[in-house]
């Protein structure tokens, strides 16, 4: 016997206060395992990991869009999608500075290697979306820049969900679904949801080598 998934609700998030902010930075901490890019780069201290995922949160709520993931029956958002609208002129959103980036960099100004890491990731992925996409600064596609479910939720499809709501709309305009993925399991769950891959680089970070892939759905 078969038991059917239950129902996902899929919220956008609106509220920058600092309650959802944290809510939903700690989600990205807690999906993102020893070997993320974002643990690795911060060499592992939770401190700068969780002040640089609520500057992303609160950026994304600001100046891109925020989804949340809920099964019926919980109480609380298990995972978590920002992205970018197509339009997007990268690097130079409205609120890329903020109270959040501000505590960031205080954190980063004592470790200067991780400052330092944080500008080399910067570069390569930079070199990477040029690789697979053009050399254009805005780009006529959705960008999911996150996706994390926490460890507690995965397996009930939350993930699955908020990557189909962005990948139909991107259909729907006509227009491409595109991320950046760091292991090789991911690339094989996104091909399983209309996902290529188009590009790849390695370059070593704190010591570590890491692998990145470039991934873009087809257009409508």
């Known amino acids: 016997m078969t038991i059917a998934p239950a129902p996902i609700t899929i919220t956008p998030v609106v509220d920058d206060s600092p309650a959802t902010v944290d809510q939903y930075a700690q989600i990205l901490v807690d999906g993102f ?10 060499g592992g201290r939770d401190d700068v990991v969780l002040a640089r995922m609520k500057m992303r ?5 600001k100046d891109l869009e925020v989804y949340s993931a809920t099964a019926e029956g ?3 958002p298990g995972a978590v999608l920002i992205v970018a609208k197509p339009g ?4 130079e959103t409205p609120n890329a500075e903020n109270e959040y980036s501000k505590a960031s960099k205080e954190l980063l100004a004592d470790l200067p290697q991780f400052a330092a890491a944080s500008k080399r990731i910067a570069e390569g992925f930079h070199e990477l979306e040029e690789r697979a996409w053009g050399p254009d600064t805005t780009k006529p596609f959705y960008y999911i820049t996150y996706l994390s479910t926490t460890p507690a939720f995965q397996g009930k499809g939350l993930g699955s969900a908020l990557v189909e709501k962005i990948t139909a709309r991107a259909k729907a305009e006509g227009k491409h679904a595109v991320l950046i993925t760091q292991n090789l399991e991911n690339v094989a769950w996104y091909a399983k949801r209309g996902f290529r ?13 890491l692998t990145f892939w470039a991934l873009s759905t087809e257009e409508a």
């Open 33 to 42: 395992g020893p070997g993320h890019v974002s643990q690795v780069i911060n």
């Open 57 to 61: 949160v609160y950026e994304g709520v």
């Open 74 to 76: 919980d109480e609380r």
């Open 88 to 91: 997007l002129l990268w690097g």
């Open 197 to 209: 891959d188009v590009a790849k680089t390695t370059f070593p970070i704190n010591g570590v080598d």
